[in-house]
């Protein structure tokens, strides 16, 4: 059993930046394909970034492309969403997920295991 614990999230302005983490325990994220996606209320979870078991192919979302970067760190069994220039479009609840394989995917029902969830708000 893998338990993702997200942390990071607050309130900031437009323009600003925040990092998020997600530590794994259970497993070494180097045994998972992780990816960050994030909800507002009344609408579905969406994909933000992913990331491949070895860190080799990452995926972003157009809407942040050349704002946010996912990475790992596999000593710290952490992964990454630094997020940079943000907007308050990107106000939401950012969750971390893994799935125990080497593909990582977009799709939400792909994901075995996710995280409690962190509030990034951003005022405008």
């Known amino acids: 059993q893998v338990q993702l614990v997200e942390s990071g999230g607050g309130l900031v302005q437009t323009g600003d930046s925040l990092r998020l983490s997600c530590t794994a325990s259970?497993?070494?994220?180097?045994?998972?394909?992780m990816g960050w996606f994030r909800q507002t209320p009344g609408k579905g979870r969406e994909y933000v970034a992913t990331?491949?078991?070895?860190?080799?192919?990452?995926r972003y979302t157009d809407s942040v492309k050349g704002r946010f970067t996912i990475s790992r760190d596999t000593a710290k069994y952490t992964v990454y969403l630094q997020m940079h220039s943000l907007k308050p479009e990107d106000k939401a609840v950012y969750y971390c997920?893994?799935?125990?394989?080497?593909?990582?995917?977009?799709?939400?029902?792909?994901?075995?295991?996710w995280g409690q969830g962190t509030q990034v708000t951003v005022s405008s």
């Open positions: 997920a893994a799935k125990a394989t080497f593909y990582s995917s977009a799709e939400v029902s792909a994901y075995d295991y």
């Open positions: 990331i491949n078991r070895f860190g080799g192919t990452i």
């Open positions: 259970g497993s070494i994220i180097s045994n998972l394909a």
